[in-house]
């Protein structure tokens, strides 16, 4: 598992706008939050 | 993602620094506390004690720009959701022609039918969802 306070490595995905998001893009100007869920329609 | 102990429902918080702040998943039968997860987001950026960059100043929308939407329509709801996510409300016009006659004669002016959504921008009607937001995102909205 990820552990907090640990570096994030690096990565690109896809945001709600369907524009491609590095990781490295935020950096210095944004927190992030990567929220992952199986399939709509199902708890959060 | 499994590989690094991500399963369903997996919430990871990053903060500006590049540093991981928060890390939990639940299992298919388990629910994400969204408001704890609020507040943790919350905490953490509060916390953060580097600068942060504003983002660059978006780009300016043509003038004349407007976009027509109606009622009971989810393509129309589509649209204004993508509307308020980019901060548009101060910036674009929109023009709702259930509620409109004159917001409608205006759509069959500019477009020679009544089809709602509609982003008119320089002068050109767009008309499916889909491709109204990715022009907002790709016209509008922040660096």
Do not use: W
């Not at chain 1, 990820?2 to 690096?10: F, L, M, Q, S, V």
Request: proline share 7%; with cysteine; net charge negative.
């Amino acid at each position: 598992m990820i552990k907090p306070g640990t570096e994030a490595p690096d990565f690109a995905l896809n945001d709600h706008f369907g524009r491609t998001i590095a990781l490295a893009d935020l950096r210095g100007r944004k927190h992030a939050m990567l929220v992952f869920y199986p399939l709509d329609f199902t708890p959060t | 993602m499994s590989k690094l102990g991500i399963t369903d429902r997996a919430t990871v918080i990053i903060d500006a620094g590049g540093v991981v702040r928060y890390a939990a998943s639940v299992g298919p039968s388990g629910e994400r506390d969204m408001a704890a997860v609020v507040a943790e987001a919350e905490r953490i950026a509060a916390a953060y004690d580097g600068e942060l960059r504003p983002d660059e100043a978006a780009p300016p929308i043509p003038a004349g720009a407007r976009l027509f939407v109606k009622n009971n329509c989810g393509f129309s709801t589509a649209v204004l959701a993508a509307f308020d996510n980019l901060h548009l409300g101060d910036r674009l016009q929109v023009i709702n022609v259930s509620e409109s006659p004159d917001g409608l004669a205006e759509l069959e002016a500019l477009t020679g039918k009544g089809q709602a959504p509609c982003l008119v921008i320089d002068g050109e009607p767009l008309h499916e969802s889909k491709a109204i937001i990715a022009c907002l995102v790709e016209r509008c909205a922040p660096c």
